[in-house]
């Protein structure tokens, strides 16, 4: 085994270990929470390391890394998320390899996948990202519908061609009456979904926790929680 493979096999354990007592602790199911290797600005060589440990989603954020690296692991079996923030003149890249897109925001950012995925003749799972600090704009700091805006943009979601409405996504927030209680902002984030899915009874994904704040995530109910660093490292430098 090589020094990266026993390291990222040592963290994955570790991060396994933390979801299980987590699990334990909220008295859920192991199984009701699936782990997202967020692979932004490592190799693929790495995600080619994970998937051989058993690892079968992962996620980035930034098409130009994500869109070679996928071509260059598409024999894997994986399943690959974009979870960044999404211009739409990237959308015809990012649904030629993204699984789900979890930062689905904005009504024009549905109509260019809806077009592309057709386009392509693929489907393809968007979950609604819920900025918990949404000012007045209503939009947060770091993109991200706010709670008032859910209700429309699922239904925009739901009725477009070629996209699979499939639940939440959040940020915790840094600003606004969330910053530093996270287990708050996902609480409030599994109210939201209990209200999304009275009208859209599938859409039961919530996608909630990082490294840092993972066992706040699963208490509170998340089903997916997204961990980089805690996996993979301290992130190198960009440019």
């Keep these: 085994m090589t020094d990266r493979k026993t390291e990222i096999a040592g963290n994955l354990a570790k991060v396994e270990e933390r979801i299980a007592a987590a699990c334990a602790?909220?008295?859920?199911?192991?199984e009701e929470v699936t782990l997202i290797v967020v692979t932004k600005t490592y190799p693929a060589s790495d995600v080619r390391i994970l998937s051989g440990l058993g690892a079968r989603h992962v996620a980035e954020n930034r098409d130009q890394d994500a869109a070679p690296k996928a071509a260059e692991c598409s024999d894997l079996p994986l399943v690959w998320h974009f979870v960044g923030q999404l211009q739409t003149n990237k959308v015809r890249s990012v649904v030629g390899y993204a699984d789900l897109v979890q930062s689905v925001d904005r009504s024009k950012l549905?109509?260019?996948?809806?077009?592309?995925a057709v386009r392509a003749g693929r489907e393809v799972g968007c979950l609604l990202q819920v900025a918990l600090d949404a000012g007045a704009s209503g939009r947060g700091e770091r993109g991200g519908v706010s709670p008032g805006g859910i209700e429309e943009l699922a239904a925009l979601v739901a009725g477009s061609p070629g996209l699979?409405?499939?639940?939440?996504?959040?940020?915790?927030?840094?600003?606004?009456?969330?910053?530093?209680r996270q287990r708050?902002?996902?609480?409030?984030?599994?109210?939201?979904?209990?209200d999304l899915r009275r009208a859209h009874p599938a859409a039961n994904m919530v996608s909630a926790g990082m490294s840092a704040d993972l066992e706040d995530a699963v208490a509170a109910g998340a089903t997916h929680v997204r961990v980089g660093t805690a996996v993979l490292g301290v992130r190198p430098r960009l440019g």
């Design 25 to 30: 602790a909220a008295g859920r199911k192991r």
């Design 110 to 116: 549905v109509d260019a996948l809806s077009r592309e």
């Design 184 to 194: 708050a902002a996902f609480e409030r984030m599994m109210d939201l979904s209990t």
């Design 164 to 180: 699979r409405l499939d639940g939440l996504m959040t940020v915790a927030p840094l600003t606004g009456e969330y910053a530093g």
